[in-house]
């Protein structure tokens, strides 16, 4: 059974940092693609972060320069680095498979295994 759990996040306020992971367990991590997604109060699930098998990564244009997204292939792990923090980034943050997710997906209901989330809140 493939498992994802997610942990980390919290509050800070703007400006700040947050580091959010996700673990994995039933699935190597290395070997597919995965997406961090995040759903704040009434937004849709938004796509923040992909990290590839191959080690390259993208980031939308909305988080580009304040997120940053690694893995470690020992632990099974994915991280978010998030710097700069704003009140829009506000969510509940997910990890997901992107492969079968893609750039748009139903956070926490999506294709394949999602945790629970983790929530970062950022306030003003």
């Known amino acids: 059974e493939v498992r994802l759990e997610e942990f980390g996040g919290g509050s800070t306020q703007v400006g700040g940092s947050l580091k959010v992971s996700c673990r994995g367990s039933?699935?190597?991590?290395?070997?597919?693609?995965m997406g961090w997604y995040r759903q704040g109060n009434g937004n849709r699930c938004e796509l923040v972060s992909v990290?590839?098998?191959?080690?390259?990564?993208y980031v939308p244009e909305s988080v580009k320069g304040r997120f940053t997204v690694s893995r470690d292939n020992v632990e099974n792990m994915v991280h978010l680095q998030m710097t700069s923090l704003k009140p829009e980034d506000t969510a509940v943050y997910y990890c997901?498979?992107?492969?079968?997710?893609?750039?748009?997906?139903?956070?926490?209901?999506?294709?394949?295994?999602w945790g629970q989330g983790t929530q970062v809140t950022v306030s003003s």
């Open positions: 997901a498979d992107f492969r079968t997710n893609g750039l748009s997906s139903d956070c926490g209901v999506g294709h394949g295994a």
């Open positions: 039933g699935i190597t991590l290395r070997e597919t693609d």
């Open positions: 990290i590839r098998s191959d080690g390259t990564t």
